[in-house]
């Protein structure tokens, strides 16, 4: 059994910042990239950005490039979302998953286990 818990989710005014978390536990894995994904209200889940086993490699969205970083601490099994600059577009329901058999997967039928979400609220 795989688990993935995300936290770090609130709400935050428009310019603000937070970090989010995802610790991955249960089964071991010799290794496995991860990425988030986001869902806002009444629209399709959306890639927000992959990170390698590494930490080497990361890739983002257009939406979010250049205010969003990924890192990841294999150690203590978490991977961290940092969001900063944040805009009301921003809001929504945000996935934590991991992929077992992609280097730097993007879309979601690549990865293998995914969180229950946090929510992440930007008032304007």
């Known amino acids: 059994q795989v688990q993935l818990v995300e936290s770090g989710g609130g709400l935050v005014q428009a310019g603000g910042s937070l970090r989010l978390s995802c610790v991955v536990s249960?089964?071991?894995?010799?290794?496995?990239?991860a990425g988030w994904f986001r869902q806002a209200p009444g629209k399709e889940r959306e890639f927000v950005g992959t990170i390698s086993w590494s930490g080497s490699s990361t890739y983002y969205a257009d939406s979010v490039r250049g205010r969003f970083t990924l890192a990841r601490d294999n150690a203590k099994n978490t991977v961290y979302l940092q969001m900063n600059r944040l805009k009301p577009e921003d809001t929504a329901v945000y996935y934590c998953?991991?992929?077992?058999?992609?280097?730097?997967?993007?879309?979601?039928?690549?990865?293998?286990?995914w969180g229950q979400g946090t929510q992440v609220t930007v008032s304007s």
């Open positions: 998953a991991v992929s077992l058999s992609y280097y730097s997967p993007t879309s979601a039928n690549e990865f293998d286990y």
């Open positions: 249960g089964r071991t894995f010799r290794s496995y990239a």
